[in-house]
């Protein structure tokens, strides 16, 4: 403990001085290519700099800017088994069902069994709610399921475990499967694609984009919307243009949920129904508007008013999602009715009944009455056409693949380039790859890479294998960057200043000796081929970490904290936890 509390100290009082100090004119060749492999994917794999120095590098980066003509077979043959990945929406209703919402549909239905029916009024007699959580949770955003050995009559029979274990049996019997499954595997397609996937800059997109448009996947009916999400949503949009991303996030089920605008209904569309006396009155809700402006688009600083965050809520109106919590898709497939309406819950529609058809002002543009869906259409094009939104865009980018403070000249140059060429994030990310910003000394290794990167990276480096399972998320969330687990609009932080911090600097060297040391479930790495010597093995890991890029500094913090006996798995896990491959 004490010898990686050294080598942390060394990380930060060294955290300028590595990026300043181990500076050289001019980057070489290897060295270049290294820099675009770590910016535009998630690490070199061994091989990878002979590959792309064959290839040249020009050639690499502009293959890298047409992924779909890249194969990528063994991507996606990895993620082949990840059933959730393919399935809509309300099959994964059907076939990962809320326990508390299937229980009392089946209930009402009279189709419950007896005793699990007797078992279920025993519950809620007890003073327990029909809500989520009935199920034990096993989510590998959590951690594993925590185990009692004590045998204590729960007071909520919520947490019964013979209650529990009718659940389970229950689902076993139905072919059904816990909702838990469902973010489960899309962590781990995310992985696994990260590690394997030949389009590596998709990659990065689809993690840039996924964090920009954040979605939160512990809320509510979020768990069931992110696949669609992330495959009909993100993935096909991600190298397109930003109108067009912009659009399908604001069409998308999953973010209508997380910010609430599938509830926003104008108030004048609230007449009390005298069938529903007891009826909550809904009416505009600000969250998508608010979001929309400040995170997506303009950014804090781009121009719009509070007035402004009111007129675009009242043109998305009506933007909202059919049977947003799955209806009763699990309890009606069990009875056998199926036909068109399966295809249903979880999807956008419009409902013109509840929207706002008045006038509105944004941001100076009027926006006539009567325009049904087409205020929120409009809306999209005034946002993603305004500067600021090329201004707040451009910096992102350069800040996510260049420095975390952007060089304003970069910036305004992006900028430009995203304006002429109508939002193209091709040709806008074409002009960060190939600027001089870019390809300069002061951007080579300066990143801090955040846990979902460095896992990612190691594992490639390493060349080992994984099936992205919990295991490996699991790493991911110990380091403060659970996938589809951030839960405020803003997404996870591109900043070092948020992930250099003693604790999370220990986490990250225990990864690096867990994985080097093959005690992370599913994952495997095999360094047998190499000396048992150990100043050997440091060289030449140095080399395939490193690409022997190491501070004299480092160097000496390394050899300080090893052993004659030492194995070459604390070598290798050591490496791993340096300053220098934290950074790309």
């Known amino acids: 403990m004490k010898k990686l509390t050294a080598i942390i100290l060394i990380f930060l009082a060294t955290s300028q001085s590595i990026i300043s100090g181990a500076k050289v004119k001019k980057l070489t060749e290897e060295q270049r290519i290294v820099h675009v492999l770590n910016r535009l994917g998630f690490g070199v794999r061994p091989g990878d700099v002979e590959r792309v120095k064959a290839l040249g590098l020009e050639?690499?980066?502009?293959?890298?800017?047409?992924?779909?003509?890249?194969?990528?077979?063994?991507?996606?043959?990895?993620?082949?088994?990840?059933?959730?990945?393919?399935?809509?929406?309300?099959?994964?209703?059907?076939?990962?069902?809320?326990?508390?919402?299937?229980?009392?549909?089946?209930?009402?239905?009279?189709?419950?069994?007896?005793?699990?029916?007797?078992?279920?009024?025993?519950?809620?007699?007890?003073?327990?709610?029909?809500?989520?959580?009935?199920?034990?949770?096993?989510?590998?955003?959590?951690?594993?399921?925590?185990?009692?050995?004590?045998?204590?009559?729960?007071?909520?029979?919520?947490?019964?475990?013979?209650?529990?274990?009718?659940?389970?049996?229950?689902?076993?019997?139905?072919?059904?499967?816990?909702?838990?499954?469902?973010?489960?595997?899309?962590?781990?397609?995310?992985?696994?694609?990260?590690?394997?996937?030949?389009?590596?800059?998709?990659?990065?997109?689809?993690?840039?984009?996924?964090?920009?448009?954040?979605?939160?996947?512990?809320?509510?009916?979020?768990?069931?919307?992110?696949?669609?999400?992330?495959?009909?949503?993100?993935?096909?949009?991600?190298?397109?243009?930003?109108?067009?991303?912009?659009?399908?996030?604001?069409?998308?089920?999953?973010?209508?949920?997380?910010l609430d605008n599938f509830q926003s209904v104008s108030p004048d569309s609230g007449r009390a129904n005298p069938l529903r006396p007891q009826q909550q009155r809904r009416g505009i809700n600000e969250n998508y508007a608010r979001e929309l402006m400040e995170l997506h688009t303009l950014g804090v600083d781009g121009g719009y008013t509070q007035k402004d965050v009111q007129e675009v809520a009242r043109c998305f109106t009506g933007w909202t999602i059919f049977q947003p919590r799955g209806g009763a898709a699990a309890a009606n497939a069990m009875m056998g009715r199926d036909g068109n309406g399966r295809r249903d819950p979880g999807t956008f529609f419009f409902n013109a009944r509840v929207h706002d058809d008045g006038e509105k002002i944004v941001l100076g543009h009027k926006i006539p009455a009567g325009g049904g869906m087409k205020d929120g259409q409009m809306v999209l094009d005034i946002l993603a056409h305004h500067p600021s939104t090329a201004k707040f865009i451009a910096t992102k980018l350069v800040r996510h693949f260049v420095a975390d403070n952007p060089p304003p000249a970069l910036v305004d140059r992006v900028a430009a380039t995203f304006t002429k060429t109508d939002g193209d994030i091709r040709e806008t990310l074409k002009t960060i790859f190939f600027s001089n910003e870019f390809n300069s000394t002061d951007a080579y290794r300066v990143k801090i890479k955040r846990p979902f990167e460095l896992v990612i990276s190691a594992i490639r480096t390493l060349g080992a294998d994984t099936n992205g399972g919990p295991g490996t998320h699991q790493w991911i969330a110990r380091m403060g960057e659970p996938l589809y687990g951030f839960q405020t609009p803003n997404g996870y932080s591109d900043t070092a200043e948020s992930w250099v911090n003693t604790g999370g600097l220990l986490e990250r060297m225990n990864f690096g000796l867990a994985l080097a040391s093959n005690r992370i479930p599913g994952t495997s790495v095999n360094l047998s081929k190499l000396s048992n010597e150990q100043s050997k093995v440091m060289d030449e890991y140095l080399k395939v970490l490193l690409a022997g890029d190491i501070s004299p500094a480092t160097r000496e913090a390394l050899l300080k904290q090893l052993d004659k006996s030492d194995p070459v798995t604390k070598v290798v896990g050591l490496i791993l936890g340096t300053p220098e491959f934290q950074r790309q």
Do not use: C
């Open 59 to 258: 050639n690499y980066i502009n293959q890298q800017l047409n992924p779909e003509k890249i194969s990528d077979t063994v991507a996606e043959n990895k993620i082949r088994d990840l059933s959730v990945l393919n399935m809509t929406t309300a099959e994964l209703y059907e076939k990962y069902p809320q326990p508390g919402q299937l229980l009392r549909q089946l209930q009402a239905r009279g189709m419950l069994p007896a005793d699990l029916a007797e078992a279920r009024e025993n519950r809620v007699k007890g003073g327990a709610n029909a809500a989520p959580g009935e199920m034990p949770k096993n989510d590998s955003m959590n951690g594993p399921e925590s185990k009692n050995t004590q045998t204590v009559t729960p007071a909520n029979p919520l947490e019964d475990p013979k209650y529990r274990q009718m659940i389970e049996k229950y689902y076993r019997e139905n072919g059904l499967q816990r909702p838990q499954r469902i973010v489960a595997e899309l962590q781990a397609s995310r992985i696994l694609r990260a590690v394997y996937s030949e389009r590596q800059l998709q990659e990065v997109m689809v993690d840039f984009w996924t964090n920009h448009f954040n979605v939160f996947a512990g809320k509510g009916a979020d768990r069931w919307l992110l696949p669609t999400y992330d495959r009909d949503t993100i993935r096909p949009f991600a190298m397109s243009k930003f109108s067009t991303l912009l659009e399908a996030t604001a069409k998308s089920p999953a973010m209508l949920f997380y």
